[in-house]
C-alpha cells in the first residue's frame, strides 16, 4: 500500500524527535561525563568531550558556560571569551557568563568592558549576590575602595554566611589602613570551624599584620600556612616579600627559590628574584627572571619597569613591541603609570628624547590622580622643626661618645647612593640604608623630658641593630629637616649635603617612579622642593658650618680622585684607592639606583637635562631668579 504524503510527514517526523531526543540523551551524559572529569581532576578527557560536543552542534547554555569555564582555569582566556560571547548571544537573560566573562576581562584589566558586563548581569537579576562580589572587586582594582566596600555589604547582606564576601571586606579595609577591623574580620574567620581550608584568611592576615608593621607576628603567620600548605606558591611569594622589605635579601632569595621548585608556573616568583638579584648587583641574572616572568605572563607591567631601567629589550624585540603597542585602554592608572614610566625609559635609551618626554609627562600625570602632591606636607614640617630648634642657643653635650654618625642628606637622585657606595668601601662603616630612626624619635621628643635625649635614643636603636658599629651612615635624604637637631644635639656627626645640576637632579627625579614622593609628579613642584632644601641648608649653614661638608656629584664624576680625597680627608679616614671602585661594594642597594652604582664611575649622567628643555621649562624660570641656582643654567 502506498502511504500518501501526509502519512509520510507524520513518520519522518516521529523518526526526527526520536532521533532528537537520543541525541539529547546522548549530549546530556557526555556533559555529565566531561563534569565528572573535570571534578576528579582529568581536565584533559573533558576538554575532550567538551570540544566534540560543540563540533556536532551542541551549543546549549551549559555546554558553552561548562567549557568557557574548564578554559579560563586552564588559563585559556582566548577560547572562554569566544565561548562567552557565544553563549551571551544565545542566551542573553542568563547571568553568569556575564559574571565569568566580566572576570576574565578585569584580569586583562579591560576594567570598563568588565564592568559594562557586571552591569548588565545586575540588571537581569538584582539579587544575584555573586555579581555583586566581582563589582567590587573591579571596583577595588580600579582603587574606588569605598565604593567596593559598599557593593561588598549588599552581597554580605544577602548571602551573610558567605566567608569569601567578608574575606575581601576585610581586605578593602586593609586597603583604607582600617588595620584593626581588617584583623577583627579575619580572627572570626580563622575561629569559623565551618572553613576548612584556612590558608588565605591567614595569607592575608599576614599581609595585615605587615602593613601595620608587626613583622614578626607576621613572619609567623606566614611560617605556619606553609607549614600546613606546603604547595601553597602565595605563601612563599609573601614571606619574600616580607624578607625583601626588612632588607634580609639572603632569607629572602631563599624562601622564593623554594617557592618557584614548587609551583615553577608563578610568573610573580620570578620577578621577585629578579628584583632580589638587581638589589644584590647581579644584574645579568636580575635581567634573565625578569625575562622569564614575562614569558609566563607578558602582562606583567612591574616587569617591564624594572627590567627598562637598565634594558632596552634589543635581544628581545617580540616583549618590546608589545611593551610599545599595548592599548591602555580600560587599565587602571597604576598599570598606565607603570607602562607609561617603561616606554619612556626605552625611548631615552634610544635617545628619542621628545618621545621619551611625552611618555614621563603621562606617566606622572596618571600616578598623580591616584597619589596627589605632598609638597605641602615637606615644606610646613620643616618649617616647624626650624621654627622649634634654630636658635642660637648653645646645648651642653651630653655624651662623650666615641661613636661616628654620618647623616647623607639632599634631594633624590643627587647621587648620594653612589656617594653611599664609596663611604661603604670602609670596613668599620655600617650603613643603615633609609631609615626612620631619625623622623621616629622627633615625632616624640619633648625638650622638657631630659630622659628623652634624641641623641642617646638614637644611639640605642643603632647599637641595637648594630651592637659593634663605630661608623654609621644614615641616608635618610630628608634628614635635612632636622640639620638644627642633629647640629645642637648629636655628638660627633658630620652632615654631608649631596648637591647636584639642580636641572638634572629635578628631570631624573621626573623620570623615576617614586612612590612615597608624590610630589615627584610635578616638575614645579620638584624645583620648589629643590630650592626650599637648598635654602634651608644654606641657613642652616651659617651656624652649623663644622658639622656640615658639602659633596657635589658633578664634580665627582668629573674628577673622582681629587673629589673623594676631599670627603675621606674631611672624614678624617686614613686615604685608600678602593675609594675609587666604589662599583666594587658588594652591600645591597634598595634605591632606584640600584643598578647604576653596580657601574664604574662615570659623567654620562651630566646635562641630560638639555634633552628635555621643553619639559623642564617650569623648572627653569623658578631657577633663573635664584641667586645661587642660576649658575648652573649656562
Not at 184 to 213: A, F, H, R, W
Not at 318 to 343: A, V
Amino acid at each position: 500500500m502506498i502511504k500518501g504524503f501526509g502519512e509520510n510527514k507524520k513518520a519522518n517526523c516521529s523518526n526526527l524527535n526520536s532521533n532528537k531526543r537520543e541525541n539529547f540523551s546522548y549530549s546530556k551524559k557526555q556533559l555529565n561525563l566531561a563534569k565528572y572529569y573535570v571534578s576528579s581532576g582529568n581536565k584533559i578527557l573533558a576538554e575532550k568531550i567538551y570540544s566534540q560536543l560543540i563540533k556536532y552542534g551542541n551549543k546549549s547554555y551549559d555546554v558553552l558556560f561548562s567549557y568557557a569555564l574548564l578554559s579560563r582555569h586552564n588559563s585559556k582566556f582566548i577560547l572562554a571569551k569566544k565561548l562567552l560571547i557565544q553563549s551571551i548571544s544565545d542566551y542573553p537573560n542568563q547571568v553568569d557568563h556575564y559574571i565569568l566573562l566580566a572576570e576574565i576581562l578585569r584580569l586583562e584589566k579591560n576594567f570598563s568592558k568588565a564592568e559594562e558586563l557586571l552591569l548588565t548581569a545586575s540588571r537581569i537579576n538584582p539579587r544575584k549576590s555573586n555579581t555583586l562580589y566581582n563589582l567590587s572587586l573591579l571596583y577595588r582594582d580600579l582603587d574606588e575602595k569605598d565604593k567596593a566596600l559598599g557593593i561588598i555589604n549588599k552581597a554580605i547582606k544577602l548571602m551573610p554566611e558567605n566567608f569569601v564576601y567578608k574575606l575581601l571586606k576585610a581586605d578593602l579595609f586593609k586597603d583604607v589602613n582600617k588595620f584593626s577591623d581588617s584583623e577583627s574580620i579575619l580572627y572570626d574567620l580563622y575561629l569559623n570551624e565551618n572553613i576548612k581550608d584556612k590558608k588565605d584568611i591567614m595569607l592575608m592576615l599576614s599581609t595585615v599584620k605587615k602593613l601595620d608593621s608587626k613583622f614578626k607576628e607576621a613572619e609567623n603567620v606566614l611560617l605556619e600556612i606553609i607549614e600546613n600548605y606546603p604547595k601553597f606558591g602565595q605563601a612563599y611569594l609573601n614571606l619574600s616579600d616580607l624578607y625583601f622589605e626588612q632588607k634580609l635579601l639572603k632569607k629572602a632569595k631563599k624562601i622564593i627559590l623554594v617557592g618557584i621548585d614548587i609551583n615553577p608556573q608563578m610568573a610573580e616568583m620570578y620577578v621577585n628574584l629578579g628584583i632580589i638579584y638587581r638589589n644584590l648587583g647581579e644584574i645579568n641574572e636580575a635581567k634573565k627572571y625578569l625575562l622569564k616572568a614575562l614569558s609566563l605572563n607578558k602582562n606583567l607591567f612591574n616587569s617591564y619597569l624594572e627590567l627598562s631601567n637598565f634594558y632596552d629589550f634589543s635581544d628581545n624585540p617580540k616583549e618590546l613591541k608589545y611593551l610599545l603597542n599595548m592599548s591602555l585602554s580600560g587599565l587602571n592608572n597604576d598599570d598606565i603609570t607603570k607602562i607609561s614610566f617603561s616606554r619612556g625609559n626605552i625611548f631615552h635609551s634610544q635617545k628619542l628624547f621628545s618621545k621619551a618626554a611625552e611618555h614621563y609627562r603621562q606617566a606622572n600625570e596618571f600616578k598623580g590622580k591616584d597619589y596627589p602632591s605632598n609638597k605641602k606636607y615637606y615644606l610646613e614640617k620643616s618649617i616647624e622643626i626650624k621654627d622649634k630648634f634654630y636658635n642660637n642657643e648653645i646645648v651642653k653635650k651630653t655624651d662623650n661618645s666615641n661613636q661616628e654618625l654620618i647623616f647623607i642628606v639632599g634631594m633624590p637622585r643627587s647621587g648620594s647612593t653612589l656617594l653611599e657606595n664609596i663611604l661603604s668601601l670602609n670596613q668599620k662603616v655600617f650603613d643603615l640604608g633609609e631609615t626612620d630612626i631619625l623622623p621616629n624619635i622627633m615625632k616624640n621628643y619633648n625638650s622638657l623630658d631630659s630622659e628623652k635625649n634624641p641623641y642617646r635614643q638614637y644611639l640605642n636603636q643603632i647599637n641595637k641593630i648594630y651592637p659593634k658599629a663605630r661608623i654609621t651612615t644614615d641616608k635618610n635624604l630628608f634628614n635635612y629637616m632636622y640639620y638644627p637637631v642633629i647640629g645642637k644635639y648629636f655628638e660627633n656627626s658630620k652632615i654631608i649635603l649631596c648637591l647636584r645640576n639642580p636641572l638634572d637632579n629635578i628631570i631624573s627625579i621626573y623620570r623615576s617612579n617614586f612612590i612615597k614622593l608624590h610630589f615627584s609628579t610635578s616638575i614645579k613642584d620638584i624645583t620648589e622642593m629643590y630650592i626650599h632644601h637648598y635654602d634651608l641648608m644654606m641657613l642652616y649653614s651659617k651656624i652649623f658650618n663644622k658639622s656640615l661638608l658639602v659633596y657635589n656629584y658633578d664634580n665627582l664624576v668629573i674628577n673622582p680622585t681629587g673629589e673623594i680625597k676631599k670627603i675621606i680627608d674631611c672624614l678624617g679616614w686614613e686615604w685608600s684607592e678602593i675609594y675609587l671602585s666604589p662599583h666594587k661594594s658588594k652591600r645591597s642597594v634598595f634605591t632606584a639606583s640600584s643598578e647604576q652604582v653596580r657601574n664604574p664611575i662615570h659623567s654620562r649622567s651630566l646635562k641630560v637635562w638639555k634633552n628635555y628643555e621643553d619639559l623642564l621649562k617650569p623648572a627653569y624660570d623658578l631657577i633663573k631668579n635664584h641667586r645661587d641656582l642660576k649658575k648652573f643654567l649656562n
